[in-house]
């Protein structure tokens, strides 16, 4: 695969949708169809962004701040790790991306879109998902799922209201584009969503060898 551009697929959901329950596999069975991939997550992916994932989950901050440092994080990241990736041919699975800050900053924090729209256009004019996998649950389940774990961050602390605001917005961009979006029903089985996930798969394995 190393003659085409790698293709950038990335997860997307609110916190106890479990998305993170299938990044290993995805990266599985994404060697085991010839890809050579390279997993990573945002905020973080590279030494000063983990640095500012530690702030952003747990450090009070304006809305303004936090919002910069989604998009600073971001542009190291883009520069040092994605960017260069894709160029050689090797496929980028990101754990979350500038979706994300449109639906929690944008809509969770109700910051809403051009601003973000602005700091997209400056720090990644070029780079889109090739595929966003969002995983979709209901508050109830999300709620349920987040119940069991211990150390919840800032933005798992969250209100109901910011969950419905954040839900909404990951839902409006998947309908806007369908094309890039694949919406996944993740209160199924873990088998039912891996079956989506792999014929998914399959189609993007073959698009690409299309391309080559
Ligand atoms: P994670 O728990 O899925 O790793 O994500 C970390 C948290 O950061 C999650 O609650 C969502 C939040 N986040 C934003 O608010 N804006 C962003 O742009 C990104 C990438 C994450």
Redesign the pocket.
């Known amino acids: 695969m190393s003659d085409a551009r790698g293709y950038f697929l990335t997860l997307e959901?609110?916190?106890g949708a479990g998305?993170?329950t299938h990044i290993e596999w995805l990266v599985h069975e994404l060697r085991v169809r010839g890809v050579d991939v390279l997993s990573t997550?945002?905020?973080?992916g590279t030494p000063v962004g983990e640095k500012l994932?530690a702030l952003?989950?747990h450090e009070p901050m304006h809305l303004e701040c936090?919002?910069l440092l989604?998009?600073a994080?971001?542009a190291e990241h883009v520069h040092t790790i994605i960017a260069p990736a894709l160029e050689r041919g090797t496929w980028v699975l990101c754990?979350?991306?500038?979706?994300?800050?449109?639906?929690?900053?944008g809509g969770?924090?109700a910051l809403g879109t051009d601003r973000i729209a602005s700091l997209e256009a400056w720090l990644h004019p070029a780079l889109q998902p090739d595929r966003t996998w969002l995983f979709d649950v209901p508050l109830a389940v999300a709620r349920d799922r987040l119940n069991r774990t211990r150390d919840q961050?800032?933005?798992?602390r969250e209100a109901d209201t910011f969950f419905e605001r954040?839900r909404a917005v990951y839902l409006d961009r998947a309908r806007l584009d369908p094309a890039r979006f694949l919406t996944i029903d993740a209160t199924r089985s873990i088998e039912a969503i891996r079956n989506d996930l792999s014929e998914d798969l399959d189609l993007l394995v073959q698009r690409q060898s299309g391309h080559r």
């Not at 754990?95 to 449109?102: C, E, H, I, Q, S």
């Not at 961050?153 to 798992?156: A, T």
């Open positions: 959901g609110v916190d998305k993170s997550r945002e905020p973080g994932r952003l989950l936090e919002t989604m998009f994080a971001r754990d979350r991306f500038t979706d994300a800050t449109f639906a929690y900053q969770g924090r961050d800032r933005f798992e954040t």
